[in-house]
Protein backbone atom coordinates (compact mmCIF):
# COMPACT_ATOMS: atom_id res chain seq x y z
CA UNK A 1 0.00 0.00 0.00
CA UNK A 2 0.92 3.34 -1.07
CA UNK A 3 1.20 6.35 1.66
CA UNK A 4 -1.62 8.66 1.56
CA UNK A 5 0.46 11.66 0.48
CA UNK A 6 2.11 9.70 -2.32
CA UNK A 7 -1.05 8.25 -2.60
CA UNK A 8 -2.90 11.39 -3.41
CA UNK A 9 0.21 12.42 -5.69
CA UNK A 10 -0.63 9.11 -7.68
CA UNK A 11 -3.98 10.03 -7.76
CA UNK A 12 -3.70 13.78 -9.46
CA UNK A 13 -0.70 12.48 -11.33
CA UNK A 14 -3.49 9.70 -12.94
CA UNK A 15 -5.96 12.03 -13.08
CA UNK A 16 -4.09 14.57 -15.21
CA UNK A 17 -2.45 11.47 -17.59
CA UNK A 18 -6.02 10.56 -19.12
CA UNK A 19 -6.43 14.13 -20.29
CA UNK A 20 -2.79 14.28 -21.55
CA UNK A 21 -3.73 11.46 -23.92
CA UNK A 22 -6.64 13.33 -24.88
CA UNK A 23 -5.16 16.64 -25.54
CA UNK A 24 -4.42 16.08 -29.37
CA UNK A 25 -7.83 14.88 -30.19
CA UNK A 26 -10.42 17.45 -32.24
CA UNK A 27 -13.87 18.19 -29.96
CA UNK A 28 -15.48 15.85 -32.91
CA UNK A 29 -13.35 12.76 -31.87
CA UNK A 30 -14.68 12.45 -28.54
CA UNK A 31 -17.69 11.00 -29.30
CA UNK A 32 -17.15 8.46 -32.17
CA UNK A 33 -17.50 5.07 -31.59
CA UNK A 34 -16.89 2.80 -34.87
CA UNK A 35 -17.80 -0.77 -33.40
CA UNK A 36 -19.22 -1.64 -29.28
CA UNK A 37 -15.18 -2.77 -28.55
CA UNK A 38 -14.37 0.42 -28.51
CA UNK A 39 -15.62 3.65 -26.41
CA UNK A 40 -16.01 7.04 -27.08
CA UNK A 41 -13.30 8.75 -25.49
CA UNK A 42 -15.52 10.87 -23.29
CA UNK A 43 -17.45 8.04 -22.30
CA UNK A 44 -13.66 6.69 -20.97
CA UNK A 45 -12.97 9.96 -19.26
CA UNK A 46 -16.63 10.38 -17.80
CA UNK A 47 -16.51 6.75 -16.25
CA UNK A 48 -13.60 6.81 -14.94
CA UNK A 49 -14.72 9.62 -13.08
CA UNK A 50 -18.17 7.98 -11.97
CA UNK A 51 -15.80 5.34 -9.95
CA UNK A 52 -14.66 7.68 -7.70
CA UNK A 53 -17.73 9.44 -7.23
CA UNK A 54 -19.59 6.16 -6.63
CA UNK A 55 -17.35 4.00 -4.60
CA UNK A 56 -15.83 6.57 -2.46
CA UNK A 57 -17.37 10.16 -2.29
CA UNK A 58 -20.81 8.84 -2.06
CA UNK A 59 -20.45 6.33 0.57
CA UNK A 60 -17.62 8.33 2.48
CA UNK A 61 -17.32 12.27 1.73
CA UNK A 62 -19.82 13.53 4.45
CA UNK A 63 -22.65 15.86 2.97
CA UNK A 64 -21.04 14.73 -1.02
CA UNK A 65 -23.73 16.19 -3.97
CA UNK A 66 -23.39 14.26 -6.32
CA UNK A 67 -22.20 16.23 -9.36
CA UNK A 68 -25.19 15.08 -11.88
CA UNK A 69 -27.85 12.16 -10.82
CA UNK A 70 -28.06 10.73 -14.50
CA UNK A 71 -24.51 10.52 -14.86
CA UNK A 72 -24.56 7.42 -12.93
CA UNK A 73 -26.90 5.65 -15.77
CA UNK A 74 -24.57 7.61 -18.36
CA UNK A 75 -20.96 6.06 -17.20
CA UNK A 76 -21.61 2.49 -15.45
CA UNK A 77 -20.08 0.24 -17.27
CA UNK A 78 -20.99 -3.35 -16.17
CA UNK A 79 -21.81 -3.15 -12.32
CA UNK A 80 -25.19 -4.80 -12.26
CA UNK A 81 -24.74 -3.97 -7.99
CA UNK A 82 -25.17 -0.27 -8.96
CA UNK A 83 -27.86 -0.07 -11.48
CA UNK A 84 -29.03 0.15 -14.44
CA UNK A 85 -26.95 1.81 -17.48
CA UNK A 86 -26.45 2.93 -20.87
CA UNK A 87 -26.46 -0.05 -23.46
CA UNK A 88 -22.53 -0.62 -24.41
CA UNK A 89 -23.39 -0.36 -28.17
CA UNK A 90 -25.21 2.88 -27.49
CA UNK A 91 -21.93 5.05 -25.85
CA UNK A 92 -21.54 6.37 -28.79
CA UNK A 93 -24.95 8.32 -29.53
CA UNK A 94 -24.63 10.02 -26.13
CA UNK A 95 -24.20 13.93 -27.85
CA UNK A 96 -24.90 15.09 -24.46
CA UNK A 97 -23.23 15.24 -22.05
CA UNK A 98 -21.31 17.49 -23.68
CA UNK A 99 -16.99 17.21 -23.23
CA UNK A 100 -17.22 20.58 -21.61
CA UNK A 101 -19.78 18.89 -19.02
CA UNK A 102 -17.48 15.58 -18.55
CA UNK A 103 -14.01 17.93 -18.10
CA UNK A 104 -15.94 19.65 -15.56
CA UNK A 105 -17.39 16.66 -13.85
CA UNK A 106 -13.59 15.44 -13.60
CA UNK A 107 -12.42 18.75 -12.00
CA UNK A 108 -15.31 18.53 -9.30
CA UNK A 109 -14.76 14.89 -8.59
CA UNK A 110 -11.11 14.94 -8.25
CA UNK A 111 -11.19 18.36 -6.11
CA UNK A 112 -14.11 16.06 -4.12
CA UNK A 113 -11.16 13.48 -3.39
CA UNK A 114 -8.83 15.63 -2.79
CA UNK A 115 -10.39 17.12 -0.11
CA UNK A 116 -11.63 14.02 1.49
CA UNK A 117 -8.11 12.80 1.36
CA UNK A 118 -6.36 15.54 2.73
CA UNK A 119 -9.38 15.51 5.92
CA UNK A 120 -8.64 11.82 6.28
CA UNK A 121 -7.67 8.69 5.26
CA UNK A 122 -7.94 4.89 6.92
CA UNK A 123 -6.80 1.24 5.22
CA UNK A 124 -10.07 1.05 3.54
CA UNK A 125 -10.19 4.20 1.73
CA UNK A 126 -6.76 3.95 0.57
CA UNK A 127 -7.00 0.68 -1.02
CA UNK A 128 -10.45 1.74 -2.58
CA UNK A 129 -8.74 4.85 -3.97
CA UNK A 130 -5.85 2.77 -5.31
CA UNK A 131 -8.37 0.53 -7.06
CA UNK A 132 -9.73 3.61 -8.71
CA UNK A 133 -6.26 4.95 -9.83
CA UNK A 134 -5.20 1.42 -11.48
CA UNK A 135 -9.14 0.85 -13.03
CA UNK A 136 -8.53 4.73 -14.46
CA UNK A 137 -4.98 3.21 -15.56
CA UNK A 138 -6.42 0.60 -17.52
CA UNK A 139 -8.56 3.30 -18.85
CA UNK A 140 -5.61 5.05 -20.46
CA UNK A 141 -4.61 1.68 -21.96
CA UNK A 142 -7.88 1.51 -23.72
CA UNK A 143 -7.95 5.46 -24.69
CA UNK A 144 -4.72 4.96 -26.44
CA UNK A 145 -6.08 1.68 -28.55
CA UNK A 146 -9.93 3.61 -29.10
CA UNK A 147 -8.29 6.44 -30.06
CA UNK A 148 -5.74 4.26 -32.21
CA UNK A 149 -9.16 2.36 -33.96
CA UNK A 150 -11.21 5.33 -34.30
CA UNK A 151 -8.79 7.39 -36.53
CA UNK A 152 -8.03 4.16 -38.03
CA UNK A 153 -11.09 3.53 -39.53
CA UNK A 154 -11.28 7.27 -40.38
CA UNK A 155 -10.90 7.10 -44.50
CA UNK A 156 -8.28 10.01 -44.06
CA UNK A 157 -6.16 7.80 -41.73
CA UNK A 158 -5.44 11.02 -39.77
CA UNK A 159 -2.20 11.75 -37.17
CA UNK A 160 -2.87 11.65 -33.65
CA UNK A 161 0.17 12.48 -32.05
CA UNK A 162 4.00 12.24 -32.88
CA UNK A 163 5.08 11.35 -29.30
CA UNK A 164 3.26 8.19 -29.02
CA UNK A 165 5.73 5.59 -30.74
CA UNK A 166 3.52 2.59 -31.07
CA UNK A 167 6.32 0.00 -32.75
CA UNK A 168 9.56 0.48 -30.81
CA UNK A 169 12.02 -2.17 -32.36
CA UNK A 170 13.19 -4.92 -30.31
CA UNK A 171 17.15 -4.81 -30.65
CA UNK A 172 18.44 -7.91 -29.21
CA UNK A 173 19.38 -11.42 -31.24
CA UNK A 174 16.95 -14.17 -30.87
CA UNK A 175 17.64 -17.01 -28.75
CA UNK A 176 16.02 -19.87 -26.79
CA UNK A 177 15.72 -19.40 -23.06
CA UNK A 178 15.30 -23.14 -21.42
CA UNK A 179 13.73 -23.76 -18.03
CA UNK A 180 13.70 -26.96 -16.38
CA UNK A 181 11.55 -29.47 -15.83
CA UNK A 182 10.06 -28.58 -12.11
CA UNK A 183 7.74 -26.69 -9.32
CA UNK A 184 7.36 -23.66 -10.13
CA UNK A 185 5.08 -20.87 -7.78
CA UNK A 186 2.61 -18.53 -9.68
CA UNK A 187 0.86 -15.50 -8.80
CA UNK A 188 1.15 -12.13 -7.09
CA UNK A 189 3.26 -12.32 -3.48
CA UNK A 190 4.22 -9.01 -2.72
CA UNK A 191 2.20 -5.67 -1.04
CA UNK A 192 2.51 -4.13 -4.24
CA UNK A 193 -1.07 -3.49 -5.69
CA UNK A 194 -2.89 -6.13 -7.51
CA UNK A 195 -5.47 -7.10 -8.91
CA UNK A 196 -7.98 -9.98 -7.10
CA UNK A 197 -7.15 -12.24 -10.30
CA UNK A 198 -3.35 -12.14 -9.62
CA UNK A 199 -3.97 -13.41 -5.71
CA UNK A 200 -4.36 -17.18 -4.83
CA UNK A 201 -0.85 -17.86 -5.12
CA UNK A 202 -0.03 -21.18 -5.69
CA UNK A 203 2.45 -24.32 -7.14
CA UNK A 204 2.41 -25.24 -10.88
CA UNK A 205 4.37 -28.21 -12.36
CA UNK A 206 6.17 -27.83 -15.39
CA UNK A 207 7.79 -29.61 -18.23
CA UNK A 208 11.06 -28.51 -19.28
CA UNK A 209 10.25 -25.86 -22.32
CA UNK A 210 12.16 -23.27 -24.10
CA UNK A 211 10.99 -19.76 -24.79
CA UNK A 212 11.86 -17.48 -27.23
CA UNK A 213 13.78 -13.88 -25.58
CA UNK A 214 12.26 -12.25 -28.18
CA UNK A 215 8.87 -11.09 -30.23
CA UNK A 216 7.84 -12.18 -32.83
CA UNK A 217 8.75 -9.14 -35.96
CA UNK A 218 6.19 -7.57 -38.70
CA UNK A 219 8.65 -9.22 -41.32
CA UNK A 220 8.44 -12.93 -39.85
CA UNK A 221 4.57 -12.74 -39.87
CA UNK A 222 4.90 -11.51 -43.53
CA UNK A 223 6.87 -15.08 -44.12
CA UNK A 224 3.66 -16.56 -42.67
CA UNK A 225 1.43 -14.35 -44.74
CA UNK A 226 3.35 -15.23 -47.73
CA UNK A 227 3.28 -18.22 -47.30
CA UNK A 228 -0.63 -18.52 -47.70
CA UNK A 229 -0.74 -18.43 -43.99
CA UNK A 230 -4.33 -16.82 -44.11
CA UNK A 231 -5.54 -19.28 -46.42
CA UNK A 232 -4.18 -22.68 -45.03
CA UNK A 233 -6.96 -24.17 -42.88
CA UNK A 234 -4.67 -27.21 -41.32
CA UNK A 235 -2.90 -24.59 -38.89
CA UNK A 236 -5.99 -22.61 -37.71
CA UNK A 237 -8.44 -23.92 -34.87
CA UNK A 238 -12.00 -24.48 -36.39
CA UNK A 239 -13.23 -21.82 -34.56
CA UNK A 240 -10.58 -19.11 -36.06
CA UNK A 241 -10.83 -20.51 -39.93
CA UNK A 242 -14.49 -19.81 -39.56
CA UNK A 243 -13.38 -16.23 -37.95
CA UNK A 244 -11.19 -15.63 -40.95
CA UNK A 245 -13.26 -16.30 -43.84
CA UNK A 246 -16.43 -14.78 -42.53
CA UNK A 247 -14.40 -11.53 -41.95
CA UNK A 248 -12.01 -11.85 -45.32
CA UNK A 249 -8.93 -11.51 -42.82
CA UNK A 250 -5.82 -11.09 -44.65
CA UNK A 251 -3.72 -9.47 -43.07
CA UNK A 252 -3.43 -8.04 -39.22
CA UNK A 253 -5.42 -4.82 -38.15
CA UNK A 254 -4.65 -1.25 -39.76
CA UNK A 255 -2.23 -2.98 -41.97
CA UNK A 256 -2.81 -1.94 -46.10
CA UNK A 257 -1.58 -3.48 -49.58
CA UNK A 258 -0.80 -0.49 -51.64
CA UNK A 259 1.01 -0.95 -55.11
CA UNK A 260 2.42 -4.45 -53.52
CA UNK A 261 3.80 -2.91 -50.58
CA UNK A 262 2.41 -3.28 -47.12
CA UNK A 263 1.81 0.04 -45.08
CA UNK A 264 -0.14 -0.04 -41.61
CA UNK A 265 -1.98 2.83 -39.54
CA UNK A 266 0.19 4.09 -36.70
CA UNK A 267 -0.14 7.58 -34.39
CA UNK A 268 1.80 9.31 -36.98
CA UNK A 269 -0.52 8.30 -39.59
CA UNK A 270 0.12 5.76 -42.56
CA UNK A 271 3.47 4.43 -42.15
CA UNK A 272 5.22 1.50 -44.67
CA UNK A 273 5.65 -1.57 -42.13
CA UNK A 274 8.97 -1.40 -40.50
CA UNK A 275 9.82 -5.20 -40.72
CA UNK A 276 12.01 -4.98 -37.38
CA UNK A 277 9.37 -3.94 -34.97
CA UNK A 278 7.02 -6.05 -33.04
CA UNK A 279 4.00 -7.47 -34.70
CA UNK A 280 0.70 -5.67 -33.11
CA UNK A 281 -2.70 -6.20 -33.38
CA UNK A 282 -3.43 -9.17 -34.07
CA UNK A 283 -5.75 -11.85 -32.50
CA UNK A 284 -5.51 -15.30 -30.41
CA UNK A 285 -6.48 -17.07 -33.75
CA UNK A 286 -3.82 -15.62 -35.81
CA UNK A 287 -1.12 -15.93 -32.64
CA UNK A 288 -2.00 -19.58 -32.79
CA UNK A 289 -1.81 -20.27 -36.29
CA UNK A 290 1.62 -18.59 -37.22
CA UNK A 291 2.69 -20.69 -34.17
CA UNK A 292 1.47 -23.88 -35.82
CA UNK A 293 2.81 -22.50 -39.08
CA UNK A 294 6.38 -22.00 -37.89
CA UNK A 295 6.09 -25.52 -35.93
CA UNK A 296 6.28 -23.74 -32.41
CA UNK A 297 3.24 -23.21 -29.82
CA UNK A 298 2.39 -20.44 -27.54
CA UNK A 299 3.52 -20.56 -24.28
CA UNK A 300 0.68 -20.68 -21.40
CA UNK A 301 0.50 -17.92 -18.63
CA UNK A 302 2.26 -20.27 -15.99
CA UNK A 303 5.62 -20.99 -18.48
CA UNK A 304 5.64 -17.33 -19.31
CA UNK A 305 5.47 -16.12 -15.76
CA UNK A 306 8.21 -18.71 -14.79
CA UNK A 307 10.42 -17.82 -17.76
CA UNK A 308 9.79 -13.37 -17.65
CA UNK A 309 12.90 -12.67 -15.79
CA UNK A 310 14.74 -14.04 -18.43
CA UNK A 311 13.93 -11.67 -21.34
CA UNK A 312 12.51 -7.97 -21.99
CA UNK A 313 8.79 -7.69 -22.01
CA UNK A 314 6.45 -5.07 -21.97
CA UNK A 315 6.03 -3.97 -25.80
CA UNK A 316 3.16 -6.20 -26.41
CA UNK A 317 0.54 -7.77 -24.66
CA UNK A 318 1.18 -11.40 -25.32
CA UNK A 319 -1.29 -13.80 -26.31
CA UNK A 320 -0.80 -17.19 -24.37
CA UNK A 321 -2.27 -20.62 -24.72
CA UNK A 322 -4.00 -20.45 -21.19
CA UNK A 323 -7.87 -20.10 -20.70
CA UNK A 324 -8.72 -17.53 -18.23
CA UNK A 325 -9.84 -19.23 -15.37
CA UNK A 326 -9.54 -18.31 -11.43
CA UNK A 327 -6.40 -19.49 -9.25
CA UNK A 328 -6.83 -21.84 -6.30
CA UNK A 329 -8.19 -20.49 -3.33
CA UNK A 330 -9.49 -17.00 -5.19
CA UNK A 331 -11.94 -15.24 -3.89
CA UNK A 332 -14.20 -12.51 -5.50
CA UNK A 333 -14.16 -9.43 -3.15
CA UNK A 334 -17.65 -8.10 -2.10
CA UNK A 335 -20.30 -6.07 -3.42
CA UNK A 336 -19.79 -4.25 -6.85
CA UNK A 337 -15.97 -4.50 -6.65
CA UNK A 338 -16.20 -8.16 -7.15
CA UNK A 339 -17.64 -7.85 -10.52
CA UNK A 340 -14.59 -6.51 -11.40
CA UNK A 341 -12.49 -9.59 -12.52
CA UNK A 342 -14.29 -12.62 -11.52
CA UNK A 343 -17.69 -12.72 -13.87
CA UNK A 344 -15.14 -12.66 -16.98
CA UNK A 345 -13.72 -16.06 -16.24
CA UNK A 346 -15.29 -18.12 -19.12
CA UNK A 347 -14.36 -17.98 -22.63
CA UNK A 348 -11.58 -15.40 -22.87
CA UNK A 349 -7.58 -16.13 -23.03
CA UNK A 350 -5.14 -14.60 -21.14
CA UNK A 351 -2.61 -12.12 -21.94
CA UNK A 352 0.73 -11.13 -20.17
CA UNK A 353 3.49 -8.84 -20.15
CA UNK A 354 1.93 -4.73 -20.65
CA UNK A 355 2.22 -2.78 -24.17
CA UNK A 356 3.28 0.75 -25.56
CA UNK A 357 0.16 1.36 -24.38
CA UNK A 358 0.12 0.35 -20.97
CA UNK A 359 1.10 3.13 -18.56
CA UNK A 360 3.54 3.77 -15.84
CA UNK A 361 3.25 1.97 -12.55
CA UNK A 362 0.52 -0.34 -13.94
CA UNK A 363 2.73 -3.01 -15.21
CA UNK A 364 3.69 -6.18 -13.23
CA UNK A 365 4.91 -10.02 -13.97
CA UNK A 366 1.89 -11.16 -12.18
CA UNK A 367 -0.65 -9.13 -14.33
CA UNK A 368 -3.31 -11.40 -16.28
CA UNK A 369 -4.82 -9.35 -18.61
CA UNK A 370 -7.70 -11.32 -20.66
CA UNK A 371 -9.54 -10.69 -24.11
CA UNK A 372 -11.59 -12.82 -26.25
CA UNK A 373 -9.68 -14.74 -28.72
CA UNK A 374 -10.99 -12.45 -32.15
CA UNK A 375 -9.87 -9.72 -30.84
CA UNK A 376 -7.09 -7.29 -31.81
CA UNK A 377 -7.78 -3.59 -31.07
CA UNK A 378 -5.10 -3.75 -28.11
CA UNK A 379 -1.28 -3.76 -29.11
CA UNK A 380 -1.51 -7.86 -29.14
CA UNK A 381 1.53 -9.90 -30.05
CA UNK A 382 3.08 -13.23 -29.61
CA UNK A 383 6.15 -14.60 -28.57
CA UNK A 384 6.73 -18.71 -29.32
CA UNK A 385 7.92 -21.69 -26.90
CA UNK A 386 8.62 -25.34 -27.47
Excluded at 19 to 24: L, T
Excluded at 96 to 122: D, H, M, Q, W
Excluded at 146 to 154: A, R, V
Excluded at 311 to 317: A, E, Y
Amino acid sequence: MILTDSLLDFFLETRKHSEDICEPLEIEDYVVQPVVDVSPPKWHLGHTTWFFEEFILKPYAKDYTVFDEDFSFVFNSYYETVGKRVVRSDRGNLSRPSVKKIYEYRAYVTEGIKTLFEAKSNKELNSLLEIGIHHEKQHQELLLSDIKYILGNNPLLPSYSGEFKDHPIETHQQDWITLEEGIYEIGHNTEDFCYDNEQGRHKVFLHGFEISNKLITNGEFMAFMEDGGYQRFDIWHAEGWDWVNQNEITAPLYWHNIDGNWFHYTAQGLQKVTNDAPLAHVSYFEAFAYAQWSGHRLPTEFEWEAAQAFFPWGKRWEWTESAYLPYPNYQKPDGALGEYNGKFMVNQKVLRGGSVATPIKHTRHTYRNFFHPQLRWQFTGLRLAK
